[in-house]
């Protein structure tokens, strides 16, 4: 079936230091959405990408979807304390069954 | 504009209890999703409702799970009985094709422990 893969699993950076996550899919995707989720928290959704190659930024946090839309990153620029959580990705073929990916989990040194 | 509600908050039984989690999605979201998240897993798809009919529940435990959306907003999931790999944190979601961004909105969750 419909898996999504992200690595690394863990990252640990020093406040300002860059910080990227990678997701890849075994099939094509329609979409793929990213979510952050805080510890002890819920999973809260940040984007959405559809198309072939699109990039999205939000302030220090940019998106990008590959060409075959079979994979996807998330690039935070300048990390903050604030970033900290875990970071997932998911995937849906049709719209419908979004799988996610098992996240990585950012923690942000002072 | 009110969140995805989800009771209870914890949830703590022995094996082959019975426990339910109940969801109240955001008005007019027409979907709703049940997740199952195990500590330091990304969330899985257990069941998915379009109103009240099934979407997808290929990856739901059919012997000791079950979900009901009877009047297409409310929804309860169901464990009957329970195993002590079921402990884990039981998300609800809901969206809308409507709403353009496209993403899910989760409900804080139910943390269920199995003993």
């Known amino acids: 079936g419909q898996q999504v893969m992200q690595i690394p699993q863990y990252q640990h950076v020093q406040e300002g230091e860059d910080f990227t996550t990678y997701c890849n899919s075994s099939?094509?995707?329609?979409?793929i959405q990213w979510y952050k989720q805080r510890p002890g928290g819920h999973p809260v959704f940040l984007i959405q990408l559809v198309k072939s190659g699109e990039v999205k930024k939000q302030k220090r946090l940019t998106f990008q979807f590959g060409e075959a839309k079979k994979n996807s990153s998330l690039h935070i620029t300048a990390t903050q304390t604030t970033d900290v959580g875990t970071y997932f990705c998911a995937g849906s073929r049709n719209n419908n069954d979004m799988r996610f990916g098992a996240g990585t989990r950012l923690t942000v040194k002072p | 504009e009110a969140g995805v509600a989800q009771s209870p908050r914890y949830k703590i039984i022995e094996k082959r209890q019975s426990v339910a989690f109940w969801c109240n999605p955001i008005?007019?979201?027409?979907?709703l999703y049940w997740y199952q998240q195990i500590l330091g897993q990304g969330p899985k798809l257990l069941i998915q409702f379009q109103n009240n009919g099934v979407v997808d529940d290929s990856q739901l435990p059919k012997d000791r799970f079950s979900a009901e959306r009877l009047k297409g907003v409310d929804s309860t999931l169901k464990i009957q009985p329970a195993k002590l790999e079921d402990s884990a944190v039981y998300l609800c979601a809901s969206s809308s094709p409507s709403e353009g961004q496209g993403g899910y909105t989760f409900g804080s969750g139910t943390r269920l422990t199995v003993v």
């Open positions: 008005s007019g979201h027409a979907t």
């Open positions: 099939t094509t995707l329609s979409n």
